[in-house]
């Protein structure tokens, strides 16, 4: 059973990068199989899927972010990590990594999620 | 504005058979699976459906999916209590190249 945990700073300043690591258990990020993912979730939105890294080197991105967006694979620690920079208010949002549970497009296995706020 | 396009709102007496519904397009539900996730209050969301409907191990089989066209839905019966919470239905997205979410239907039990 895979188990997600999402650290990283809860406040981040307008314009600076926001940088969130995934913790795994149970599973290799290396492992073929999985989509390792990210998706937020602003206050009072829906939720948007950021993109994932696959295979530890193929990523794919959300077309509205991806000029922001970096999703990489740390093998040493077993953890995958979001980098999303120029940072505004309305990146402000619940922060969730997550994976594919079973095989491709078979719906996420998540994380408990992080609040990250981009404030001054 | 979500992709895919879910009732706000749902609500049933306890015993009750309710279904939420998901619209979409041809290029994500027309042409891709759909899944189905629940978020009880201050957790987070938890894998209900994938794949139309099959089931996760764990999930009571008062749980069930289905897809037609460019639709689909979510039905519950023998309503719980337990069950009151926030639904999203997700399907991949051929056009945008990635997953798209529905904005979600919160369910409440009378």
């Known amino acids: 059973q895979v188990q997600l945990q999402e650290s990283g700073p809860g406040l981040v300043k307008p314009s600076e990068t926001l940088s969130l690591s995934c913790t795994v258990s149970g599973d290799s990020v290396t492992s073929g199989s999985y989509y390792w993912t990210w998706i937020r979730q602003p206050p009072g939105k829906g939720l948007e899927w950021i993109g994932y890294i696959y295979n530890g080197v193929s990523t794919n991105y959300n077309s509205s972010l991806k000029s922001r967006v970096t999703i990489s694979v740390d093998t040493s620690t077993n953890q995958f990590h979001l980098k999303l920079s120029s940072v505004t208010a309305a990146d402000t949002a619940v922060y969730y990594c997550?994976?594919?549970?079973?095989?491709?497009?078979?719906?996420?296995?998540w994380g408990q999620g992080t609040l990250v706020t981009v404030s001054s | 504005q979500s992709v895919l396009t879910q009732p706000p709102s749902a609500s049933g007496p306890p015993g009750q058979r309710v279904t939420i519904s998901c619209s979409g397009s041809?290029?994500?539900?027309?042409?891709?699976?759909i899944n189905w996730y629940q978020r009880l209050p201050g957790t987070a969301p938890k894998l209900l459906i994938y794949t139309n409907n099959r089931r996760p191990s764990g999930v009571p089989d008062r749980f069930s999916g289905s897809k037609s066209g460019t639709s689909a839905s979510l039905a519950i019966s023998g309503l719980q209590s337990e069950d009151e919470a926030d639904y999203y239905c997700?399907?991949?997205?051929?056009?945008?190249?990635?997953?798209?979410f529905g904005g979600g239907t919160k369910l409440t039990v009378l």
């Open positions: 041809s290029s994500n539900i027309g042409s891709n699976t």
């Open positions: 997700a399907s991949w997205d051929d056009s945008l190249r990635g997953v798209v």
């Open positions: 997550a994976r594919t549970c079973y095989y491709e497009m078979s719906g996420y296995c």
